[in-house]
């Protein structure tokens, strides 16, 4: 049984950076996104030092950008920053050549927690978050009838980056280390089918981890049901399939 570390625990030691944007959409109001999420473990120095000098992206070494995995999910929910940075900026995409996504102090959600407990149990330092969706809504079905409605509008499909306008920034997103597999979990709602179809089109023939869905083959299992012992079970069952992929 691998040990189920506590949030208070986890925040001594990782900490989480997003880019957040808003989505100009010709027709609509801005869409609040956020287009990456990256978590990263501190310097043994400075683990209980109360430093935040755990972030990778300030570094002229351009290999700690590339994550031990890449985990994507459903869209980013309720996530905010908790540091001030340049988190409002209207962007149009696609995002121009050279352009280098500002990334901020983020306050992490019991998904996050339980992704850490991975980063735990396989001594990982980075892994990146990305999502079918980058529209910030933590309501799931006021977020799908969203994507929707945005399906049948010009430019409406640009808040995924697995669009095909986005191509030139999603390789750059899923580029990782040799070997790092992508993790994949963006719940099991019917109504995500034609984003997660999306998704698995750009990232075919790639190592995937998932615990699928009994429901679909294209869904999978959530990271972070809303029982404890659910949350247990899902952490044991991902580590497993790791670990035969290895």
């Known amino acids: ?116 407990r991975i980063m735990v149990s396989k001594q990982w330092k980075h892994i990146r978050i990305l999502n079918i969706s980058d529209i910030r809504d933590p309501k799931s079905p006021s977020f799908i009838a969203r994507t929707k409605e945005l399906n049948g509008m010009k430019g409406g499909g640009a808040h995924s980056l697995f669009s095909n306008v986005r191509k030139a920034e999603r390789e750059q997103m899923l580029a990782r280390k040799p070997g790092a597999p992508f993790i994949l979990g963006w719940g099991q709602d019917a109504g995500l089918i034609p984003l997660a179809q999306q998704c698995l089109s750009s990232i075919a023939g790639e190592k995937t981890v998932t615990i699928p869905s009994e429901n679909n083959p294209i869904l999978t299992a959530h990271p972070s049901p809303m029982m404890q012992a659910k949350k247990e079970e899902w952490l044991e069952k991902i580590l497993v399939a790791l670990n035969h992929t290895a």
Request: proline share 9%; hydrophobic share 35%.
């Open 1 to 116: 049984m691998t040990q189920f570390l506590y949030a208070a625990e986890l925040k001594k030691t990782f900490r989480c950076y997003g880019h957040f944007y808003r989505l100009n959409i010709e027709g609509q109001k801005p869409l609040l996104c956020r287009s990456t999420l990256e978590i990263t473990s501190l310097p043994r120095e400075a683990v209980g030092a109360g430093s935040d000098s755990g972030d990778l992206f300030g570094s002229p070494n351009e290999s700690l950008n590339l994550p031990d995995a890449v985990v994507i999910m459903m869209n980013p929910g309720s996530s905010r920053p908790i540091e001030e940075g340049d988190t409002d900026r209207l962007l149009e995409l696609p995002l121009p050549d050279g352009f280098r996504k500002p990334l901020v102090l983020t306050q992490p959600d019991n998904t996050q927690y339980q992704l850490m």
